[in-house]
T-cell receptor
Framework: NAGVMQNPRHLVRRRGQEARLRCSPM?????VYWYRQLPEEGLKFMVY????????ESGMPKERFSAEFPKEGPSILRIQQVVRGDSAAYFC??????????????FGEGSRLTVL | RKEVEQDPGPFNVPEGATVAFNCTYS??????FFWYRQDCRKEPKLLMS???SGNEDGRFTAQLNRASQYISLLIRDSKLSDSATYLC?????????????FGKGTHLIIQP
């Protein structure tokens, strides 16, 4: 069984360009979460989506960042007009149901964005 | 006060030793607690849940102290493969990602 698949694993962008990060959840999982991890920092929640719906985007910057999880295809985290401070590892996680008391999220290997 | 606090370490421990580290949380309404493990430049993976009565999984023991608002992880007979960053995770109703808040992690290095 394939786990959570993220691509690209590494992405280099120049300031002002756009970055698109994709995430395919585990088979059968309909809940997707995006986290950002800066060097020496903890995982910071960005957005929680179910198919075609954004459930909670309280952790997402108001500008330049957007996320979607269409009916067909992977979830996409889009960062427009990237700046150096966007350089980080972006992790996607999925769960079968709402996380609930199991606390178990299945993470992808992450996409490492470097902004030059 | 940060929601979830951990000593970042690193903890340098000889192979075979016992090591323990704590995590404190600020929200007394927190409901559930977990330890995740993250290897260098890898994704986090659930290590174990933490139950009120304490629980054990092989060489790993997790405990919860609600009165003092901390959880602990103890590793006995440490192995080189235990070297990783251990993330404390607290679930509180509401909040993002169904209420999960991750600590910054404690970096553990097991030395031969």
């Amino acid at each position: 069984n394939a786990g959570v698949m993220q691509n690209p694993r590494h992405l280099v962008r120049r300031r002002g360009q756009e970055a698109r990060l994709r995430c395919s959840p585990m088979k059968g999982h309909s809940h997707v979460y995006w986290y950002r991890q800066l060097p020496e920092e903890g995982l910071k929640f960005m957005v929680y989506l179910q198919k075609e719906n954004i459930i909670d985007e309280s952790g997402m910057p108001k500008e330049r960042f957007s996320a979607e999880f269409p009916k067909e295809g992977p979830s996409i985290l889009r960062i427009q007009q990237v700046v150096r401070g966007d350089s980080a590892a972006y992790f996607c996680a999925s769960s079968l149901l709402q996380v609930g008391n199991t606390g178990e999220l299945f993470f992808g290997e992450g996409s490492r964005l470097t902004v030059l | 006060r940060k929601e979830v606090e951990q000593d970042p370490g690193p903890f340098n421990v000889p192979e075979g030793a016992t090591v323990a580290f704590n995590c404190t949380y600020s929200n007394s309404a927190s409901q559930s607690f977990f330890w995740y493990r993250q290897d260098c430049r890898k994704e986090p993976k659930l290590l174990m849940s933490v139950y009120s009565s304490g629980n054990e999984d092989g060489r790993f023991t997790a405990q919860l102290n609600r009165a003092s608002q901390y959880i602990s992880l103890l590793i006995r007979d440490s192995k080189l493969s235990d070297s990783a960053t251990y993330l404390c995770v607290v679930k509180t109703s509401g909040g993002g990602a169904d209420g999960l808040t991750f600590g910054k992690g404690t970096h553990l290095i097991i030395q031969p």
